[in-house]
C-alpha cells in the first residue's frame, strides 16, 4: 500500500524506535514483559478471558483457571516484546529460537501434481516466528495469508517484519488468484493459514466442535485445497522454554479431494484443540471466539 507523506514519516519514526528497543537483550525484553504484565492483565480484556477459560474447561477449579489466566497474560505480554525483538535478530538466533520440526518429510510429499502445500496454525505460541519457517526450506516459496490491519502504517509495519525472511504475505481477498500464479511457477510453495478466529456472518458455512462449543469455523483453506490439489498440514507450535519454540508439521490430508466436506477443517480444529487443553496458556484467549452461535445463524438462514 502507498502511505501517505506524514503516515511515512510515523512509519519510519515508529520502525526506528522499535529496531532501537530491539537491540536490548532478550532477558532485559523479558524484564520488560513481568513488569507489565500486572498492568496488562488488570485492564485489557480480562473478564473476557476469565469468561472463556470458565466454559472451555468447566472441570477445572477457580483456583487452576486464576492459574492459567495468569500464565497467558504473561505469554501474552512476552509475545509483544519477541516480536519487537524480531526487528533486529539475526537469522542464527532466530534459528534457534525457533526450530521446525519433520521439515524434510514434508517438503518430501511435495510431487508434480500437488505444488502447494497448506500449514494451518492457530494463534498460539508465537505464531509471528512461523514466518521464519524460509529459513528451513531452501528452494521452496514461502507465503502467509493474512487479513489486512486497519490502520496502514502498522500494516505496513507488520508486512515488511513478515517478509523480512523472504516468504510473502497474500492478501486474503487475492488467495486463490495468487496461489494459482505460484502454483503455475517452478517452486514448490509452502503456504500458512491462521484460521482459529471467528469468521464474520457472511462467510460461516460450517460449525465445528471446539473447546465444547459449536464453534463456526473458516473452511477457506479446505475449498482452496480441494480447488488445488494441495497438501495439508497442521503446524504444531510448543514452547520448549521461554523465548524457545519448535513447530512440529503433521500431514492432515495428502489427498484432499478423497476427503469429505469439511473432514479437513474438522482435523485441524481437533489438532488444535490437543495442544490448546495441553497447554491453556499459549493460545490467544482475547479473541471473542464464540459470540456468534449455531442457533442464531440456523435462524438467519430462516429469513
Known sequence: MKLSKAQNILYYIVRTLFYIISLLPMRVLYIVSDMVCPFVRAFYRRKLV?????????????????????????????????IVKQFSMSREEMMRRMVFIDCNEALATFNPDQNILFLMLGHYGNWEWIASLQYWTPGVQCSQVYHRLDNDMFDKLFLDLR???????????????????????DKPVICGMIADQQPRWDAIHHFSTFLGHDSA????????????????????????????????????????????????????????EQDIRQHPELWLWTHKRWTRTKEEWEERGKQ
Open 50 to 82: 476469565r469468561q472463556q477459560l470458565t466454559e472451555c474447561f468447566p472441570e477445572k477449579t477457580l483456583q487452576e483457571i486464576k492459574a492459567i489466566e495468569r500464565a497467558f497474560y504473561h505469554q501474552f505480554c512476552d509475545l509483544f516484546v519477541e
Open 163 to 185: 517478509e523480512q525472511y523472504g516468504g510473502e504475505c497474500i492478501p486474503m481477498r487475492k488467495t486463490v488468484r495468487r496461489l494459482l500464479q505460484l502454483n503455475a511457477g
Open 217 to 272: 469455523v473458516f473452511i477457506g483453506t479446505e475449498e482452496v485445497a480441494k480447488k488445488l490439489n494441495s497438501l495439508v498440514y497442521y503446524g504444531s507450535v510448543s514452547r520448549v522454554k521461554r523465548g524457545y519454540y519448535e513447530c512440529k508439521i503433521i500431514p492432515i490430508c495428502l489427498h484432499p479431494n478423497d476427503m469429505p466436506d469439511y473432514q479437513i477443517t474438522d482435523r485441524y480444529m481437533e489438532l488444535l
